[in-house]
């Protein structure tokens, strides 16, 4: 995909809220930052740039506003920092690309998303079709769904990170516990079809 | 490869068949799904992309999902290949131009096509020719609940299923269609009927254009909410909308062959005259004069075309499917190439039209 304002390849994608409408932006990494620093109501005021003098904040105050955190930049700040306990995606690589890391985010930044997804959709609840298979029975608490599957993005970082300072006791444990957790949620269906293969 | 074989067919969904194919050009259904062991593909590093895309191949491999599936490799494909592709509409520009482990599974009618590793880690697309969402919704029902049983799918009770960008979540199903609606863009009346559409949330964007750019009078109407709604609310609102842009663009047909009758019929001679006749020519002019040419086959003003040609056409005059239409022959323009291949394929001499035309 290309860039919206030049020919470079968009490595930037941005969701853009504003009056319950999604736009997306697609931009290069140069553009990106024109375009992000004059979100953040910084000095870009390059013409030609989406929503050029539309005032101070005209973008990021509306993410902002829609995140339910206060309009101030230290709030902002402290959010962008927080960071997902599975994939490690900080709140403000979730920001610049409209992507999220992994399922936990979900879980990891459901205040911050909840009033965000509820001004894309206008809904917060999902009334349409469920697995039907029940996260399996001792795998985890029905509530969270497949959050204990997940787990096992964090555990397998952790597994990295002990074996890399040569710590092979943690990195034995964490290969262990994501075993289990993978026995246990191994769909009875997937089961019979790997052990006739 | 079986990319040759496709090459000289095109997919069921250009055959020009099926509920108001002379408006609705293709229904198209697809939902988002990602498996909760592994991140998101934008997180995922290189080790994770390649489990993931193992895991849902060989999984995908071992169900009967109601159509036997030819596996693409996409990530070892040349780029003319991946083009080629992403003209079909089997898989994403996205998902082209991606790095890494990715792959489509496809039918050989090509309405059943599973991307692997595109935004989210799969993309589940059913497109039939036609007014025909509902026969593409329990198509895609079906593979999808195949899936379910082999693989853990991220989801949440009250988020639904878990996707990579919030825009997805819940049901994760876009539902389109694409419409061909040239005499409401002659008679003016296009920007106007769009404006109602995004007030009751559907989105409205070109096919083939780069960007929003329609080219060729094609236009997709899609959902643009996912969550909130069962997938049958949200089948059912954009199946509600056809009919009524159907009345519309009929309505202007209607219009233009009353009115302006000798106009319109200039108008469509002259498209068929230069497409039959042209040196060269553009991909853009082409579409644009392949869709007048369309218009005038259903309005009876061409006698001796198949719209199940037009259709192809406009598949078949796209770069990479002119390019390997023609093999190794690197010495001629696209727009010297395209034009050669119009005029031999209007001259009726052409084995390929025939062989599409089943
Ligand atoms: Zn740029
Ligand atoms: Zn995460």
């Known amino acids: ?197 | 490869m079986r990319l040759d074989t496709l090459t000289n067919s095109i997919g069921e969904w250009l055959r020009g068949t099926g509920p108001d194919s002379d408006i609705v050009m293709s229904s198209r259904v697809r939902l988002a799904r990602n498996l909760a062991q592994f991140p998101f593909v934008s997180r995922a590093t290189e080790q994770d992309r390649a489990d993931t895309e193992r895991v849902l191949r060989e999984r995908i491999a071992a169900v009967p999902v109601g159509r036997e599936l030819d596996y693409i490799d996409v990530g070892h494909l040349a780029e003319i290949d991946r083009r080629f592709l992403v003209e079909r509409q089997l898989i994403s520009r996205e998902h082209a131009d991606a790095q890494g482990a990715r792959g489509v599974a496809i039918d050989r009618l090509e309405q059943v096509s599973l991307m692997i590793n595109e935004e989210d880690h799969l993309r589940i697309q059913c497109m039939h020719s036609g007014l025909d969402l509902h026969g593409a919704w329990e198509q895609i029902k079906v593979v999808d609940d195949q899936i379910e049983r082999v693989v853990s799918y991220a989801f949440h009770p009250r988020w639904g299923y878990l996707t990579a960008c919030p825009t997805n979540v819940g049901t994760g199903i876009r539902v389109s269609v694409m419409l061909h609606l040239p005499a409401l863009v002659i008679t003016r009346q296009i920007d106007k009927v769009f404006r109602s559409l995004h007030k009751i949330s559907l989105a409205v964007r070109g096919l083939y254009g780069e960007g929003s750019q329609a080219m060729g009078d094609f236009y997709q109407i899609s959902n643009q909410t996912t969550l909130g709604r069962t997938e049958d609310e949200l089948v059912q609102q954009v199946a509600d909308v056809v009919p009524v842009l159907i009345d519309y663009e009929r309505r202007a047909r209607d219009f233009l062959v009353r009115e302006t009758q000798q106009n319109v019929h200039d108008q469509v001679s002259r498209a068929y005259g230069i497409l039959r006749t042209a040196q060269t020519i553009s991909n853009e002019e082409t579409m644009q004069l392949l869709s007048r040419v369309r218009m005038g086959v259903l309005l009876g003003l061409i006698g001796d075309v198949k719209l199940s040609d037009i259709n192809s056409l406009l598949i078949r005059t796209q770069p990479a499917h002119l390019q390997k239409l023609r093999g190794g022959d690197e010495d001629s323009s696209d727009d010297i190439e395209r034009a050669r291949y119009l005029r031999h394929h209007f001259e009726g001499g052409d084995s390929q039209s025939r062989a599409s035309a089943n």
């Open chain 1, 1 to 197: 995909m290309k860039c919206q304002q030049c020919d470079n390849p968009a490595v930037f994608h941005i969701t853009e809220l504003e009056a319950g409408n999604v736009r997306e932006v697609h931009l290069c990494e140069e553009h990106a930052r024109v375009y992000l620093n004059q979100s953040e109501g910084g000095e870009g005021g390059d013409s030609g740039d989406p929503g050029a003098g539309e005032g101070k904040g005209s973008k990021g105050g509306t993410l902002a506003g829609s995140l339910g955190v206060g309009q101030t930049a230290e709030d902002l700040a402290i959010l962008d920092k927080r960071c997902c306990d599975m994939c490690g995606i900080t709140f403000f690589e979730f920001r610049n690309q409209g992507r999220l890391g992994c399922p936990h985010d979900y879980l990891q930044f459901e205040k911050e998303l909840d009033p965000l997804i509820a001004n894309i959709h206008g809904a917060t609840e999902h009334t349409g079709r469920r697995p039907s298979r029940p996260v399996p029975a001792g795998a985890g608490d029905a509530g969270s769904g497949t959050d204990g599957l997940t787990a096992i993005i964090g555990l397998r970082r952790g597994m990295k990170e002990a074996i890399s300072r040569e710590d092979y006791e943690s990195a034995k444990d964490a290969r262990d516990a994501i075993r289990a957790i993978e026995d246990a949620w191994m769909p009875p269906a997937a089961k019979a079809g790997e052990e006739n293969a």
